[in-house]
């Protein structure tokens, strides 16, 4: 694979690989490959740096489709909150997975594996699975934070987040947050006079276990 980018010039290191491509073609595929690994691997990614990786990753993909390009283009997706892409991109790699790739690619396929996700502790989750909360019978707006905390390896970025309906509104801090870092996201829930109420959120990060769905669970307080 290729390792590093240097002045502009691409720096390889290659390994046998089952790649139709040959020669310079290799280069090619490998270096527009590497630009889009690096582009997404930054901290804080542009919306024009997102829309380069996705040209490069198109581009290498016409040149020759493998697992390491159709994999950073759900990884791209999804960081970009495009939920249908992502899950399209995501199932047609799952299908296509080779004895080879399954050694080759163990880790990023435990990413792309949704059943993989939910193994673990309670603990190391990066967002809890469910919150509750409560409202006043005269209560029309309920505001709420939901509290986290970063226990991955790296510093955490929320994306983006998505609720199930649009009686909820979500705030976030979108700066990174240290490892072991906490903080919270303020959702403001806009109550139709319901007396029970089960709405989801999905939180997107530049974690490998975005995204992470919260259930929210009001009711009328008693």
Not at 106 to 128: C, H, Q, S, T, Y
Not at 197 to 207: G, L, P
Request: charged share 30%.
């Amino acid at each position: 694979m290729l390792s590093e980018i240097i002045n502009g010039r691409s720096v390889f290191a290659l390994q046998e690989n089952d790649l139709y491509s040959v020669g310079e073609e290799v280069y090619a595929l490998y270096s527009k490959v590497l630009q889009a690994n690096l582009l997404i691997d930054k901290l804080n990614v542009s919306e024009k740096e997102y829309r380069e990786g996705i040209r490069l990753l198109e581009e290498s993909i016409r040149m020759e489709p493998y697992f390491m390009n159709r994999y950073l283009e759900w990884k791209y997706y999804r960081a970009m909150g495009d939920v249908q892409r992502a899950d399209s991109c995501r199932v047609g790699l799952l299908n296509t997975l080779s004895d080879e790739d399954k050694i080759l690619y163990a880790p990023e396929i435990m990413e792309l594996n949704p059943a993989l996700k939910l193994v673990g502790k309670d603990e190391d989750r990066i967002f809890p699975e469910d919150y509750n909360f409560e409202w006043g019978e005269k209560d029309r707006e309920i505001t709420f934070e939901i509290p986290y905390e970063n226990k991955s390896a790296k510093p955490l970025i929320i994306v983006s987040v998505k609720q199930s309906c649009n009686c909820l509104n979500t705030f976030w801090d979108s700066s990174p947050l240290a490892v072991h870092g906490k903080s919270r996201i303020k959702v403001v829930y806009h109550n139709k006079g319901e007396g029970v109420s089960r709405k989801k959120i999905q939180v997107y990060t530049n974690d490998p276990g975005s995204p992470y769905e919260i259930t929210l669970h009001g009711r009328l307080k008693k």
